[in-house]
T-cell receptor
Framework: LAKTTQPISMDSYEGQEVNITCSHNNIATNDYITWYQQFPSQGPRFIIQGYKTKVTNEVASLFIPADRKSSTLSLPRVSLSDTAVYYCLVGFAGTALIFGKGTTLSVSS | GAGVSQSPSNKVTEKGKDVELRCDPISGHTALYWYRQSLGQGLEFLIYFQGNSAPDKSGLPSDRFSAERTGGSVSTLTIQRTQQEDSAVYLC?????????????FGPGTRLTVL
């Protein structure tokens, strides 16, 4: 299973754009890249998923370069409520998601 | 619509007792996953069900842990002879698994405390 590496923590201020980069050098051909968000005392919540190039939804954008060995989650104009742990995962249907420790994002006013 | 539900939300038990944790997945989701999360840690995969079968049990930490799923729906995770190190939040997730995509929907978890 492909392992991911992402920063342990990041700090930002309200209104700024936040980019969290994740490396996954051993990603397999069938693997999707998925990001989850987790607030304290809650289960993780799906944010965005992509296979290649760029994906955008109402919450975030996901940038994936051609070699797919890394990906960047972009959160536009963060607010205090975006303070959470963000997990980057790779895998495909029928496999367990391997959660690392994620990136703890702290947004201040 | 209804999401993944888990019960109980909290469980306190004494060391050596058996516990059962229940997960009700989203209707129509064929895949079901169990994870556990210790304080301040990431999620640890335990077991995966596709329908009623469990093709991947590799994450179960010991033979005290078992899980079953009946009718392709509800799943029960059983921990026998609980130990203090079993204390954690146990999370269940379900997925439709359309094509290769694997978006998992998580329940609120069961917080297990072993005294």
């Amino acid at each position: 299973l492909a392992k991911t590496t992402q920063p342990i923590s990041m700090d930002s201020y309200e209104g700024q754009e936040v980019n969290i980069t994740c490396s996954h050098n051993n990603i397999a051909t069938n693997d999707y890249i998925t990001w989850y968000q987790q607030f304290p005392s809650q289960g993780p919540r799906f944010i965005i998923q992509g296979y290649k190039t760029k994906v955008t939804n109402e919450v975030a954008s996901l940038f994936i370069p051609a070699d797919r060995k890394s990906s960047t989650l972009s959160l536009p104009r963060v607010s205090l409520s975006d303070t959470a742990v963000y997990y980057c995962l790779v895998g495909f249907a029928g496999t367990a998601l391997i959660f690392g420790k994620g990136t703890t994002l702290s947004v201040s006013s | 619509g209804a999401g993944v539900s888990q019960s109980p939300s909290n469980k306190v038990t004494e060391k050596g007792k058996d516990v059962e944790l229940r997960c009700d997945p989203i209707s129509g989701h064929t895949a079901l996953y169990w994870y556990r999360q210790s304080l301040g840690q990431g999620l640890e995969f335990l077991i995966y069900f596709q329908g009623n079968s469990a093709p991947d049990k590799s994450g179960l930490p010991s033979d005290r842990f078992s899980a079953e799923r009946t009718g392709g729906s509800v799943s029960t995770l059983t921990i026998q002879r609980t130990q203090q190190e079993d204390s954690a939040v146990y999370l269940c997730a379900s997925s439709r698994e359309v094509g290769l995509s694997n978006e998992q929907f998580f329940g609120p978890g069961t917080r297990l405390t072993v005294l």
